[in-house]
């Protein structure tokens, strides 16, 4: 399993940001994916969730703001960030949901 993320950045409030996570090395089609964030000083938690059928579920706080979507052809899934907030800044990791290996994740700077 490999999984490649990327597009975070420095964004002030109210802006947007789109990441992207490059997936390998399973059956992507097969497998229900996910987005974690970890911010400073505190624990990894999930953000959202896309299962093969297409069915999406998110944490309450980012529900309406966040869009998690998937590109089954190119084996990427994405994570579509609109209205942050500074405490949405964190360190955003995908994972494919039965596997324990993680990527290397990519930084989200919400801030003026």
């Known amino acids: 399993v490999q999984l490649v993320e990327s597009g975070g950045g420095l964004v002030q409030p109210g802006g947007s940001l789109r990441l992207s996570c490059a997936a390998s090395?399973?059956?992507?089609?097969?497998?229900?994916m996910t987005w974690h964030r970890q911010a400073p000083g505190k624990a990894r938690e999930w953000v959202a969730t896309m299962s093969p059928g297409g069915a999406t579920f998110y944490l309450d706080s980012v529900q309406g703001r966040f869009t998690i979507s998937r590109d089954d052809a190119s084996g990427t899934v994405y994570l579509e960030m609109n209205s942050l907030k500074p405490e949405n800044t964190a360190v955003y990791y995908c994972q494919e949901a039965e596997s324990t290996t993680w990527g290397q994740g990519t930084q989200v700077t919400v801030s003026s």
């Open positions: 090395g399973f059956s992507f089609t097969e497998a229900i």
